[in-house]
């Protein structure tokens, strides 16, 4: 009894985190006019026929690493905030079909949320944790980022977008499921990055993940973005965000070898039966 007994598979965790994004039904938005800015669409279409989604990180290291092809070839591609395909199809590919965002790219002017190309035409998922155990309605007043002014006047500029916000609570469940998984060494109660709310969003709609460049590979190069000169560690390891706890749990969760996640750059994550969790 005593080994399988014990083991949960760390899928099972994510997936009951719930990540998802808020609809007009839910309060307290059923009653405010803001709650009418969400799309009435769900937040993947077709989701029957999705086979195989690929999460791209951006991680420094795909550069150079030609995965573009390999990237374009799945049903869905996730990206993060605004890191960019033009220029760089070779190593990351160029199909976009969603952006997870978070508030600050959707709030500082630099980013131009509202207006840039980058975030037309794609789904955007975008999210802001707001206090630890806060409500939804204090969240509406005391978010990190205010992204519900650039989120409204981007819902109002183009009323057929699909641009969704994240529940914050399903946010801080998947820190609860990266605490579980970490067992008696805490993590910082800091949200988990983009990347990995990205992961937790999309594996309930895929039954196949492939993360790109996420646990580094041996390109490792030290460089933050792979659209950027800085050379910043703490991108790839963490500072902020747990982000080496939740590279942890995403190996965890690898079903691929060796030779895949550290030469290849790419982890496969299997959406766990319904029975297994
Ligand atoms: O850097 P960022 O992340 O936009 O990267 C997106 C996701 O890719 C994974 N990543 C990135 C770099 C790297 N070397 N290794 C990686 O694994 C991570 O999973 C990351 O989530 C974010 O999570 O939203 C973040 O956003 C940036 C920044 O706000 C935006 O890029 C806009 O400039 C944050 N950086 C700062 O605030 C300075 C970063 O901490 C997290």
Redesign the pocket.
């Known amino acids: 009894d005593s080994f399988e007994e014990q083991y949960y598979p760390s899928s099972c965790l994510v997936m009951e985190a719930g990540v998802r994004v808020l609809r007009r039904k839910d309060a307290p938005f059923n009653k405010l006019p803001f709650g009418r800015l969400f799309p009435r669409q769900k937040l993947f279409r077709n989701v029957k026929s999705v086979k195989s989604c690929a999460i791209v990180?951006?991680?420094?290291s795909l550069a150079g690493s030609k995965l573009g092809r390999f990237i374009d070839n799945h049903d869905i591609v996730m990206r993060?905030?605004?890191?960019p395909t033009r220029g760089h199809e070779v190593d990351v590919g160029s199909k976009t079909t969603i952006r997870v965002v978070?508030s600050?790219?959707v709030t500082k002017p630099e980013f131009d949320f509202a207006h840039a190309p980058i975030f037309r035409n794609v789904t955007i998922a975008a999210w802001d944790p707001g206090r630890y155990n806060g409500t939804l309605e204090d969240w509406l007043t005391t978010a990190d980022y205010d992204l519900f002014t650039n989120y409204e006047i981007y819902r109002r500029r183009y009323p057929k977008s699909r641009a969704f916000l994240i529940d914050p609570h399903s946010v801080w469940r998947l820190w609860q499921s990266l605490q579980m998984f970490a067992g008696n060494r805490s993590i910082r109660r800091n949200p988990p990055?983009?990347?990995?709310i990205g992961l937790a969003l999309l594996l309930p709609h895929c039954p196949q993940v492939d993360f790109v460049e996420?646990v580094p590979s041996t390109r490792l190069n030290g460089r933050?973005?792979y659209y950027s000169k800085e050379m910043n560690s703490a991108?790839?390891f963490g500072s902020?965000?747990p982000l080496a706890a939740e590279k942890l749990m995403a190996l965890d969760m690898n079903v691929a070898d060796d030779m895949s996640v550290f030469q290849f750059g790419i982890l496969r994550i299997r959406r766990p039966d319904k029975l297994l969790c």
Do not use: E, L
């Open positions: 990180s951006s991680a420094g993060f905030n605004h890191a978070n600050q790219v990055s983009s990347g990995f996420y933050c973005h991108c790839t902020w965000h």
